[in-house]
């Protein structure tokens, strides 16, 4: 019988009927696994979310990714696994492969890589999303989108809850991104209202941990690795000359790394552990609630206080530098987490002062820093 959907398409009732899942499925002898595809599953989220799918046996993962900002390295201990595939793909093109279940997280997500290349961000955020829907309805697939808290834009609204349309300016340079994800979003509905395809969709909000990119430009990946690199200088010069600390001290304040406080400093974002925000996903994808709904921490910090936190547990003696803004940078962000608690059952868990310890034992092992005794 045709599902019923509030906002369908009514001319077609017979076109809201979800489609049917792969006969495989029923197959006598056909094995009863999850298949589950991860775009974008070599990046810094993505591959976070294959170790903890990979964890239940019943779970087979299979990765698309272009590489663009992923790497093969943050999935190396699962290249070779029975239960896992990687396959180097663009999701701009489309892809025939039967699965159960999609996340969909492929488009760069650093303000710096998605400026890079504007149109191809915009495509892999439309044309990439309209071929994993393609793909959903083929197989019967449930998918989720991971879109982003920058649908709300610079938002006239604090905090931000769903139900707020966001102050998003549409041909600003952030545009491909923020207008792309709105645009995903538009198209996971339609697919959902005129298809019937299962549909859940995630509103990030910044997410920091281990695997960042070291030069990824997201402001807790830099002041991290900026602390740990002020820190090399002043030790390895400390260390040469440790007879005339002063001197080593002026050469440290001269020329080590700073925190760039991007001004005022005064905006506002609130950071999300990596595992708490996989473990939404989840939650997310196992319910019943198509979303949007808001994934994120509602701790609420300015830029400066994030960099005297850096600094305070990292490198007490690295400097704070204020450097130029880049345009439209929203000024304020801090989600509304309710629905996600009440109908998903989540809250995170990692505050910050406990994230950010755990992300720069990452940050050291991949500089090839390590702290000092
Ligand atoms: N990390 C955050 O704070 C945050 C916040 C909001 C939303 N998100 C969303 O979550 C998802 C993952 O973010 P992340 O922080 O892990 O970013 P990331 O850049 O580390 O990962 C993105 C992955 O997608 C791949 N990719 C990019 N374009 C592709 C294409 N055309 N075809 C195939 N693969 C492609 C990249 O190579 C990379 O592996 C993104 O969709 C992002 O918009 C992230
Ligand atoms: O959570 C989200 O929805 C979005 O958050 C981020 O976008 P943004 O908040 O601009 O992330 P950052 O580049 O980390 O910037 C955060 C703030 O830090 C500031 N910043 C950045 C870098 C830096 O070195 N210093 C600095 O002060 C920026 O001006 C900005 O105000 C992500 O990069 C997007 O992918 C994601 O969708």
Not at 280 to 302: H, K, Q, S, V, W
Request: proline letters at 6%.
């Amino acid at each position: 019988m045709a599902k019923e959907y509030s906002n369908g398409n009514q001319n077609s009732p017979a076109a809201r009927t979800p489609p049917p899942p792969s006969p495989l499925r029923f197959s006598k002898f056909f094995q009863s696994n999850m298949r589950i595809l991860i775009t974008g599953g070599a990046g810094f989220i993505g591959s976070h979310l294959v170790d903890k799918l990979m964890e239940n046996e019943k779970n087979e993962v299979i990765v698309a990714d272009n590489y663009f900002t992923g790497s093969k390295d943050n999935l190396k201990k699962w290249i070779g696994h029975p239960r896992f595939e990687l396959v180097r793909h663009d999701v701009t093109e489309p892809l025939l492969i039967e699965v159960d279940q999609i996340y969909h997280l492929a488009c760069p997500a650093s303000p710096i890589f998605y400026k890079y290349n504007p149109v191809k961000t915009t495509k892999t955020n439309v044309i990439g999303t309209l071929n994993m829907l393609g793909l959903a309805k083929r197989v019967g697939a449930r998918i989720l989108l991971t879109s982003t808290s920058e649908v709300y834009g610079d938002p006239l609204v604090h905090p931000q809850d769903e139900s707020y349309w966001g102050n998003v300016n549409p041909i600003g340079v952030r545009s491909c991104y923020d207008e792309g994800k709105r645009v995903a979003e538009t198209l996971m509905f339609d697919y959902h209202r005129q298809h019937g395809i299962e549909i859940r969709i995630a509103r990030i909000f910044n997410t920091y941990g281990p695997r960042m990119n070291i030069d990824d430009g997201r402001v807790v990946s830099n002041f991290i690795a900026q602390a740990i690199r002020g820190l090399v200088y002043f030790y390895s010069t400390y260390a040469i000359l440790s007879s005339i600390e002063l001197f080593s001290y002026a050469i440290h304040l001269c020329s080590g790394e700073s925190l760039t406080v991007q001004a005022p400093g005064t905006q506002t974002r609130s950071f999300c552990y990596v595992s708490d925000m996989v473990y939404g996903l989840i939650r997310l994808m196992e319910g019943d609630n198509t979303g949007p709904i808001n994934i994120g921490n509602p701790g609420e910090f300015t830029m400066l206080e994030l960099a005297e936190t850096v600094k305070e547990l990292i490198n007490p003696e690295v400097e704070i530098a204020m450097v130029e803004n880049t345009p439209d940078d929203p000024r304020q962000r801090k989600p509304v987490i309710t629905k996600a608690n009440e109908l998903l059952g989540w809250e995170p868990k990692v505050k910050l002062r406990d994230g950010l310890p755990l992300m720069e034992e990452d940050f050291r092992l991949r500089l090839g820093v390590a702290r000092k005794k």
